[in-house]
């Protein structure tokens, strides 16, 4: 089964930790994606990706880090720079430049 | 910048027409989407329209475009229980940016 993969599905952090989501997908799918949900707004992208070894910064990619050294892989880090980083943290892929394939999510809180 | 607006809530009864509406302010705008997300789950393409079409349908589903006042919507026929979601509405420009609505979430009764 084609899809998109991520983990985990719940994650907590410490104040001051840096954390990494996985995003794998096997759709062949040259560009990936990076977005946050937070209740009652629409989904702000973070990063995103066109191709292997190049990604580009999307509206709020302040306190986040992302690499794509495998096609399948786009993993993101939420670094101890993100002030407010509890959310629901979305991976999508797709082949035609509109995101159309988005993971299961990994909704992420800071204790 | 520029905006993409729903509503927050629709509730309908289950065998009703649901209505969903969007507006959005960016007049450069090529595609308009929409997407369904259910409880805990990523998001679902439904279905899109061209800017250049005014009406689009698939099965149940009807987009309806008004180019000149900016305006969305999707009709989903005979609502089912299942439909129970937040559906985005989401529109992309010639840069190939991408706005999302902040989602409608849609109740069915029965």
């Known amino acids: 089964d084609g899809g998109i993969t991520q983990s985990p599905k719940y994650l907590f952090r410490k104040e001051g930790q840096n954390v990494t989501l996985s995003c794998e997908q096997n759709?062949?799918?040259?560009?990936m994606y990076w977005y946050r949900q937070d209740p009652g707004q629409g989904l702000r992208l973070i990063y995103y990706?066109?191709?292997?070894?190049?990604?580009q910064k999307g509206d709020i990619a302040e306190g986040y880090s992302v690499s794509r050294e495998k096609k399948e892989s786009f993993p993101l880090t939420v670094t101890s720079a993100q002030k407010n980083p509890t959310a629901f943290y979305l991976c999508?892929?797709?082949?035609?430049?509109?995101?159309?394939?988005f993971g299961p999510g990994t909704r992420l809180t800071v204790l | 910048g520029e905006d993409v607006e729903q509503s927050l809530f629709l509730s309908v009864r289950e065998g009703d027409s649901s209505v969903i509406n969007c507006t959005y302010t960016d007049s450069s705008s090529t595609y308009l989407y929409w997407y369904k997300q259910e409880p805990g789950a990523g998001l679902q393409l439904l279905t899109y329209i061209f800017s250049n079409m005014d009406m689009k349908q698939d099965q149940r589903l009807t987009v309806l475009l008004n180019k000149k006042d900016k305006h969305l919507s999707l009709r989903i026929a005979d609502t089912q229980t299942g439909d129970s979601a937040i559906y985005f509405c989401a529109e992309k420009n010639y840069n190939n940016d991408m706005r999302f609505g902040a989602g409608t979430r849609l109740t069915v009764k029965p």
């Open positions: 990706s066109q191709i292997v070894n190049d990604f």
């Open positions: 759709l062949n799918h040259d560009a």
């Open positions: 999508a892929s797709s082949i035609s430049g509109v995101p159309q394939y």
